[in-house]
């Protein structure tokens, strides 16, 4: 299994107790996404896995619902909890089609608006460096930004239109993370268009370029569900 995979529980990856604070785990993230970038050696899977983990632990609505589940999933593994383990139900016909249809439309759109987004910024940015002062190239990439938004307000609408399946609750939680890795570079981007800090435009184009590898595993895992 790779590093980033949604499964992995994000307390082992940042390295921090369950009873961690905000701030420690704030610090924990930040500690290890210095050590672990590429631009000083590191791997792209560890990052992955470490924005995973603070897409949980981060925001306080989703920590304390991962918690929830994670101490759920305890009881159920030791025998408590409600009785004895039961084995988990096999997909059957009725599991087949609701996940087909999440699939076809709740997946598919998607995908397919994400990579409007993503496939066309490498182009977009190459536009903008020939001179970021030009007023007409800022004006040309702001509306790039400004339909990307317009996507993603799509995308945000179509993840919250049809429950995942509970058979499919990882990939579910994996394209939401992807979603959210492109709002987040949406945001970043539009504040350098606002003051030219550089640090805003590489955080934004890092964030798009980790969202393509997880657009890029979530089409490999789609093959995989065999539907």
């Known amino acids: 299994m790779s590093a980033f995979q949604p499964a992995r529980d994000p307390y082992q990856v940042l390295g921090v107790a369950s009873s961690a ?12 996404v210095k050590q672990h970038h590429p631009d000083a050696g590191g791997g792209d899977d560890t990052i992955l896995a470490l924005n995973a983990a603070w897409e949980v632990l981060g925001d306080g609505e989703r920590r304390r619902c991962y918690d ?7 009881a159920a593994a030791s025998g408590t909890g ?23 439309q709740v997946y598919a759109p998607i995908d397919r ?19 970021p002062y030009d007023d ?20 945000e609408a179509l993840f919250g239109s049809l429950p995942c399946p509970p058979s ?13 890795q492109v709002k987040d570079a949406l945001q970043e981007l539009e504040r350098y268009t606002m003051g030219y800090v550089d640090g805003y435009l590489h955080d934004g184009r890092e ?21």
């Open 113 to 131: 608006l994400l990579g409007q987004v993503i496939n066309p910024f490498p182009a977009q940015l190459r536009e903008l460096a020939a001179d």
């Open 82 to 104: 409600g009785g004895a383990r039961r084995a988990a139900p096999r997909r059957g016909g009725q599991d087949d089609g609701l996940l087909l249809a999440w699939l076809q």
């Open 21 to 32: 604070s905000a701030a420690e785990i704030k610090a924990a993230y930040r500690a290890l």
């Open 168 to 180: 499919a609750k990882g990939f579910g939680l994996s394209l939401y993370h992807c979603l959210s």
């Open 136 to 155: 007409r190239l800022m004006e040309a990439f702001c509306g790039f930004l400004a339909q990307s938004q317009a996507k993603i307000e799509k995308v």
């Open 68 to 74: 929830g589940h994670r101490g759920r999933g305890a």
């Open 207 to 227: 964030m798009l370029r980790e969202a393509k590898q997880r657009r890029s595993l979530l089409k490999q895992e789609r093959r995989r569900l065999e539907l």
